[in-house]
């Protein structure tokens, strides 16, 4: 099977917080189980000084998903 594969590293911004409802991320999962069902891989972590995010996806050769 063939897979791409994305990686976001993001430094944490010091200081006041914007406010987020974290609403984008329930979205973008929602999404990607109905696009991908149980064949997609997402993982987001923080830790002191970054946010990291990475998401493999199935490459498919026509368009039937």
Do not use: C, W
């Not at 594969?5 to 200081?15: D, E, Q, S």
């Not at 997609?40 to 039937?64: G, R």
């Amino acid at each position: 099977d063939q897979k791409i594969y994305f990686k976001v590293h993001n430094k944490i911004k010091k200081g006041p917080k914007e406010h987020s409802t974290g609403i984008g991320l329930a979205n973008t999962e929602r999404r990607l189980r109905f696009i991908y069902s149980e064949k997609y891989e997402m993982d987001i972590t923080e830790d002191k000084e970054f946010y990291t995010a990475s998401l493999t996806l199935p490459l498919y050769t026509d368009q039937s998903v």
